[in-house]
């Protein structure tokens, strides 16, 4: 039978052999004797006896070689009376024989025993050095451990710390495209409000011209690069909702570090006499683990690959950023400059032509006055020659009265006919160049009332485009504030 808590080598765990007195017959051990093993600190229904290890033995007494024992014994010649009683007693040598072999058995027990005690302080021995071995060997493994968890949770600070850094520059990064998509919306209704108001011109100076085009040119520039900003936004928003992740595995990370930290050095500063000390019976035997040293590591430097990822993405996105905002000021500055020349290039346009338009205004006016007066000449001398026509005609009358052969077609007859005809077609000459004086006049007129009207046109378009709307592009944001700066 094997003893819980012995080695297999130990004397008395193999068959006992006699010293000098016969072997004895071993003693059937039961549940009786011996216990099953526990630990300490279970308890149990029945205490526990030390086995007597005693049993009577039957004495069969041997042949010692002679014969003698073996023979009959022939009883002395005794009175009946008491020969019941000598045969329940034992001769001298049988009292000697077990007096020896009592003897011989008790020094065995003892060396025995004996040897047992030696053993089990032996085994004692082994067993506090090797619980001591044990637990320092468990001490430096929490030790390690706590080497191990110090050395990732100093990652994990690192890596956290770095990414809350970059975080806030991407969200930095991301106002300021705001800021600058908000603050393109003012030249962008500028923009608006000039095409609106040109929309006013009237006439001819309706045209489809450099300046309509670069103001169409410069809604779509700042359209464009609005969408290019709240694109990169929106992109910057996806970057930092996967940063925020980063950041929560790292910090649960980093929180259960401290928390396994925790633990395993109050575990390593337990000693056997601490206070803090219990039983847990059954502990061993629950495995509550979830992981290997391997994938234990794996999943921090995972989360650390994670956010690092994320670092170089949002890196990325910062520098994109900055060159798209460089390249959408730029843009609208450019567009805007492109602008307001191609306003001043019509505007001293529309002023040149104004100016000419008053110059043929001026000498239309002074060729109506001429007209005017031409037409009133014109209108003097048919009256004037009216006088010399009656004369005239009166003469001829006054001939025709003339009797008989005195109506003579003398040569006072032919000047006077020919006089008639010369003044006749004077009238008719004047009275026509009276017409063509008035139809040019109306001309002039129409073209007097065509050139004010055009006049008027070339002011409201002076007007539009030099006050209203230069008068709103006098002022545009800085390039700060274009690239985010507020």
């Not at 020349?341 to 001293?348: E, G, S």
């Not at 007209?371 to 001829?396: G, H, S, Y």
Request: glycine share 4%; hydrophobic share 35%.
């Amino acid at each position: 039978m094997e003893f819980l808590g012995t080695t297999q080598t130990a004397s008395y765990c193999g068959p006992r052999k006699s010293c000098f007195l016969p072997e004895v017959a071993p003693t059937s051990l039961s549940q009786d004797s011996y216990r099953a093993y526990y630990l300490p600190g279970y308890r149990y229904l029945s205490s526990w006896r030390p086995s007597l290890f005693y049993k009577v033995s039957s004495f069969c007494p041997m042949d010692d070689g002679g014969g003698r024992l073996n023979a009959p014994l022939r009883p002395p010649t005794i009175l009946p009376a008491v020969r019941s009683s000598l045969y329940a007693r034992y001769s001298p040598h049988d009292w000697y024989k077990a007096t020896c072999g009592q003897i011989r058995g008790s020094e065995a027990y003892r060396h025995w025993a004996s040897r047992l005690n030696m053993d089990s302080t032996r085994l004692m021995q082994d067993k506090d050095q090797l619980i001591r071995l044990q637990q320092e060997d468990t001490g430096r493994n929490l030790g390690q451990r706590l080497s191990d968890i110090d050395f990732w949770r100093s990652e994990l600070t690192y890596e956290l710390e770095r990414l809350l850094t970059q975080t806030r520059a991407l969200d930095t990064a991301k106002r300021r495209l705001e800021c600058a998509a908000d603050e393109a919306q003012g030249p962008l209704q500028v923009a608006l409000e000039c095409l609106y108001n040109r929309e006013k011109r009237m006439g001819i100076d309706l045209v489809h011209d450099d300046v309509e085009k670069n103001l169409i040119q410069e809604v779509d520039v700042i359209r464009a690069c609005q969408d290019r900003m709240r694109r990169l936004a929106e992109r910057i928003e996806q970057q930092l909702n996967i940063n925020r992740d980063a950041q929560h595995a790292l910090e649960k990370d980093l929180g259960d570090k401290n928390s396994a930290h925790f633990i395993d050095e109050k575990c390593y500063n337990l000693r056997n006499t601490s206070d803090s000390i219990n039983f847990y019976h059954g502990v061993e035997k629950i495995d509550g683990t979830v992981s290997v040293p391997e994938t234990w590591a794996k999943f921090s430097d995972d989360n650390i690959r994670y956010s690092q990822n994320a670092r170089a993405n949002s890196a990325t996105l910062c520098e994109e950023t900055e060159h798209t905002l460089e390249g959408t000021s730029e843009d609208m500055w450019r567009q805007w400059t492109n602008t307001n020349l191609a306003f001043d290039a019509r505007i001293c346009e529309t002023a040149d032509a104004k100016n000419k338009l008053q110059a043929q205004l001026a000498k239309t006016l002074q060729e109506i006055f001429q007209t005017e007066n031409t037409i009133m000449l014109l209108e003097r001398a048919i009256m004037a020659k009216e006088c010399p026509l009656k004369v005239a005609q009166t003469r001829l009358e006054a001939r025709t009265w003339r009797p008989n052969m005195e109506l003579c077609r003398d040569v006072a007859q032919f000047k006077l006919v020919n006089e008639v005809y010369t003044i006749d077609d004077t009238l008719q000459t004047l009275k026509l160049r009276l017409r063509e004086a008035q139809d040019t006049l109306q001309l002039l007129i129409l073209n007097k009332a065509r050139l004010e009207h055009d006049l008027l046109v070339k002011a409201n378009s002076l007007f539009i485009d030099k006050e209203k709307c230069m008068g709103m592009r006098k002022t545009f944001p800085s390039t700060p504030r274009l690239v985010g700066y507020t």
